[in-house]
């Protein structure tokens, strides 16, 4: 068995397909789901990162991992149905990493530095999340 997994930005269906396994992070804390997952709903953390990975049968993973950035939204899984209703999203193929950089850059030079216990900015953290599903690392991790 598989999961039926769509990733839906308010512009429509960014990406959808089969997949083994996918890994994301909410207010609650990461949550990896694999075919017959209990139902769930949770609330995408801002700035986080979605990894699909593909199904793998006979010990071979079918197709290629698709990961994207996403700013904020909802997840939710049901029936081996899983939904991730994304603000903004961007496919790791789509993200320009200079372009994305120098963005980063941009707003944390406009940006107020963080008071103690407070997170940076919502836009901080999607250029962070997009330079990590790129593969850059974004945060110095």
């Known amino acids: 068995m598989t999961l039926q997994v769509e990733l839906v930005i308010p512009d429509g269906e960014l ?7 996918v890994i994301a992070k909410t207010l609650d804390g990461d949550i990896g789901v694999l075919t017959g997952h209990s139902p769930v709903i949770g609330i995408l953390a801002e700035g986080s990162v979605v990894r ?6 006979d ?3 079918e197709g290629s991992e698709v990961v994207a950035a996403v700013s904020g939204g909802f997840f939710s899984v049901a029936d081996d149905r899983v939904s991730v209703l994304a603000r903004e ?9 200079k372009a994305v950089q120098a963005s980063l850059d941009d707003a944390l030079q406009h940006a107020e530095p963080p008071a103690a216990g407070e997170q ?3 836009a901080v953290r999607y250029f962070r999340a997009q330079l990590r599903a790129a593969g850059a690392a974004g ?3």
């Open 15 to 21: 990406w959808g397909g089969p997949a083994g396994m």
């Open 52 to 57: 699909i990975l593909p199904e793998a049968t």
């Open 59 to 61: 010990g071979a993973a």
């Open 89 to 97: 999203a961007r496919l790791s193929e789509q993200i320009d990493i």
């Open 120 to 122: 940076e900015a919502v």
């Open 139 to 141: 945060d110095g991790s």
